[in-house]
């Protein structure tokens, strides 16, 4: 019955910046912990950042300082914050949710797709 759906998406100058959501619908009683991940052409899904229920958060070395993972309870949305983009961040980004409804489950949005231009 829970439904993840990611928006923000789109095409970006080197430089640039995009704000990615991440939004649960459903019987959503709480969300524990909210990861992106990102996979670009040819290459395995690694994972770009997350944040538990106590909002210790974690960045993959590439991307510190340049991201921000963060999330809203009240309305069972999580964020990816990216600034100073460059073409190397190019990617379908997912995003991949922790909820617990009746039990602890994991649950997963389609992507949403990010291409930086040189």
């Known amino acids: 019955q829970v439904q993840v759906v990611e928006s923000g998406g789109g095409l970006v100058q080197a430089g640039g910046s995009l704000r990615l959501s991440c939004a649960a619908s459903?019987?959503?009683?709480?969300?524990?912990?909210i990861a992106w991940y990102r996979q670009a052409p040819g290459k395995q899904r690694e994972l770009v950042a997350r944040?538990?229920?106590?909002?210790?958060?974690d960045y993959r070395d590439s991307v510190k300082g340049r991201f921000t993972i963060s999330r809203d309870n009240a309305k069972n949305t999580g964020y990816l914050q990216m600034n100073s983009l460059k073409s190397e961040d190019t990617a379908v980004y997912y995003c991949?949710?922790?909820?617990?409804?009746?039990?602890?489950?994991?649950?997963w949005g389609p992507g949403t797709q990010v291409t930086v231009s040189s």
């Open positions: 459903g019987s959503t009683s709480t969300m524990r912990a």
């Open positions: 944040i538990n229920n106590d909002g210790n958060t």
């Open positions: 991949n949710l922790i909820l617990l409804t009746a039990y602890v489950g994991s649950y």
